[in-house]
């Protein structure tokens, strides 16, 4: 029996306190399991913006996606991660990549480095985590006995890294390109990804969860009109191959809930998380793919 399907989104709006409760209690509402944020310069604090989300809501879980593993230390990071766990109950679930955009390490004063040297301060910055915070002495103590880690990964060494740690595994169907942007996968190459995690992930003793990145949502009865607009942004994809992509939900109800449905046994994906401009639209299909 595949997993029961779960749903994040992730907010990615500085606002107010009081807008930012009543836009995590809207996300509750409407039937998200997890409330996310990310880590780039200009968007909200994750920490603080996951204990406030945690305080509005009762159901929802919280969770960082992603941490920019190149902002973080080790130590300061276990901190932060078990007190943000005890002030939202042990709600939180860990999300941690390598960053993709050098101008925000520019900004910050922090040293971008190869992909080599991110992928191994990303894997250093994991082993240290899991001794820190598994040590009974350290203080503060975490709500959970284990955090849950979700890791975002596409090149060979990340999914290395994440099939020996994660107990997500979270799939863009991007990779980074120039300047710090990300180039969407063809479905054929995200196919390829999935099976190369897998292939490294075959001694784990339990599966992990297999998330996707929604980065569209739009409902339409032309399919092709709905995506044309998009075209100029992905020039290298055709439109027939931006319809196939496993992140662009174009079309009816019924044909957004049949292709999740077709990716789930395809892929694996059961966890689908969507940016905060999608989660009025997705909602729709959370309550349509309940209990499938």
Same mark, same amino acid.
């Given at each position: 029996?595949?997993?029961?399907?779960?749903?994040?989104?992730?907010?990615?709006?500085?606002?107010?306190?009081?807008?930012?409760?009543?836009?995590?209690?809207?996300?509750?509402?409407?039937?998200?399991?997890?409330?996310?944020?990310?880590?780039?310069?200009?968007?909200?604090?994750?920490?603080?913006?996951?204990?406030?989300?945690?305080?509005?809501?009762?159901?929802?879980?919280?969770?960082?996606?992603?941490?920019?593993?190149?902002?973080?230390?080790?130590?300061?990071?276990?901190? @932060?991660? %078990?007190?943000?766990? &005890?002030? *939202?109950?042990? !709600?939180?679930?860990? +999300?941690?990549?390598?960053?993709?955009?050098? =101008?925000?390490?520019?900004?910050?004063?922090?040293?971008?480095?190869?992909?080599?040297?991110?992928?191994?301060?990303?894997?250093?910055?994991?082993?240290?985590?899991?001794?820190?915070?598994?040590?009974?002495?350290?203080?503060?103590?975490?709500?959970?006995?284990?955090?849950?880690?979700?890791?975002?990964?596409?090149?060979?060494?990340?999914?290395?890294?994440?099939? @020996?740690? %994660?107990?997500?595994? &979270?799939? *863009?169907?991007? !990779?980074?390109?120039? +300047?710090?942007?990300?180039?969407?996968?063809? =479905?054929?190459?995200?196919?390829?990804?999935?099976?190369?995690?897998?292939?490294?992930?075959?001694?784990?003793?339990?599966?992990?969860?297999?998330?996707?990145?929604?980065?569209?949502?739009?409902?339409?009865?032309?399919?092709?009109?709905?995506?044309?607009?998009?075209?100029?942004?992905?020039?290298?994809?055709?439109?027939?191959?931006?319809?196939?992509?496993?992140?662009?939900?174009?079309?009816?109800?019924?044909?957004?809930?049949?292709?999740?449905?077709?990716?789930?046994?395809?892929?694996?994906?059961?966890?689908?998380?969507?940016?905060?401009?999608?989660?009025?639209?997705?909602?729709?299909?959370?309550?349509?793919?309940?209990?499938?």
């Amino acid at each position: 029996m595949p997993r029961p399907f779960r749903f994040g989104v992730n907010l990615l709006n500085p606002t107010s306190a009081e807008e930012w409760r009543a836009k995590c209690r809207r996300a509750e509402r409407l039937g998200y399991d997890v409330i996310l944020v990310p880590d780039h310069l200009g968007m909200p604090a994750p920490f603080p913006a996951l204990v406030a989300a945690a305080e509005a809501t009762e159901r929802p879980r919280v969770g960082t996606f992603v941490l920019n593993a190149g902002f973080w230390n080790p130590a300061l990071l276990a901190r @932060e991660v %078990a007190t943000t766990d &005890a002030l *939202t109950d042990g !709600r939180l679930e860990l +999300g941690l990549g390598t960053g993709y955009v050098p =101008a925000e390490h520019e900004r910050a004063g922090l040293p971008w480095g190869s992909p080599r040297e991110r992928v191994d301060h990303l894997a250093r910055t994991i082993a240290e985590l899991r001794r820190l915070l598994d040590s009974e002495e350290h203080q503060p103590r975490s709500a959970q006995r284990t955090v849950p880690l979700l890791v975002g990964a596409n090149g060979d060494r990340m999914l290395r890294v994440t099939a @020996e740690h %994660a107990d997500i595994a &979270a799939f *863009t169907g991007a !990779r980074p390109g120039a +300047g710090g942007t990300l180039e969407a996968l063809t =479905a054929e190459e995200l196919d390829e990804r999935v099976g190369r995690y897998h292939e490294f992930a075959a001694g784990r003793e339990e599966p992990a969860e297999l998330n996707l990145l929604i980065q569209i949502v739009e409902f339409a009865e032309d399919r092709g009109a709905a995506v044309r607009p998009w075209l100029g942004h992905i020039p290298h994809l055709s439109e027939e191959q931006v319809l196939r992509l496993p992140l662009v939900l174009v079309g009816t109800l019924d044909e957004i809930v049949e292709q999740v449905l077709a990716q789930r046994k395809r892929y694996g994906f059961t966890y689908l998380t969507v940016l905060e401009p999608n989660m009025e639209a997705f909602a729709r299909v959370i309550e349509a793919l309940r209990g499938r």
